[in-house]
């Protein structure tokens, strides 16, 4: 069963997938993890917790988790939510530096999977992937 079962097949996938980015990572002092999260507060004008939570696709307490970590490195600043307001989330000028100095990991630890699978096959892989995410949410 386990040769041939969809999950326990992403889940090894997804580990060494992590370790390769993380080893890449490693100078930037960010994780494969980290990474999205504070990409995602930069490139949004208003990030709330509700929007990280959906577009990463986490459960609430993976997220506190995390920005409990990022914040306690003084990466990210989290407002006060103001009544029915969410706080908001933002990059501090530190978390804006490892951003900056992660994305030229990222990009080669991107370029090293594309080419260890070719390209065409990663960006094929990546697409797959998106339409089981969103088959799987439609369920």
């Known amino acids: 069963?386990?040769?041939?079962?969809?999950s326990a097949s992403l889940r090894?996938?997804?580990?060494?997938?992590t370790r390769h980015y993380d080893g890449y990572l490693a100078e930037s002092g960010l994780?494969?993890?980290?990474?999205?999260?504070?990409?995602?507060i930069a490139a949004t004008e208003e990030p709330t917790f509700r929007l990280l939570a959906e577009e990463l696709d986490l459960d609430r307490?993976?997220?506190?988790?995390?920005?409990a970590l990022l914040r306690g490195r003084r990466l990210v600043k989290i407002e006060a939510s103001s009544g029915p307001k969410p706080g908001l989330i933002a990059?501090?000028?530190?978390?804006k530096e490892a951003l900056r100095l992660a994305h030229g990991c990222w990009r080669e630890a991107q370029a090293a999977l594309a080419?260890?699978?070719?390209?065409?096959?990663l960006d094929e892989a990546i697409r797959v992937l998106?339409?089981?995410?969103?088959?799987?949410?439609s369920r």
């Open 61 to 67: 307490s993976t997220l506190s988790r995390n920005l």
């Open 12 to 17: 090894r996938t997804e580990r060494v997938v």
């Open 91 to 95: 990059l501090t000028a530190k978390g």
């Open 130 to 137: 998106k339409n089981l995410r969103r088959a799987m949410r």
């Open 31 to 40: 994780t494969a993890v980290q990474l999205p999260i504070l990409a995602i």
């Open 1 to 6: 069963m386990a040769r041939n079962c969809l």
């Open 115 to 121: 080419d260890s699978v070719s390209s065409p096959t």
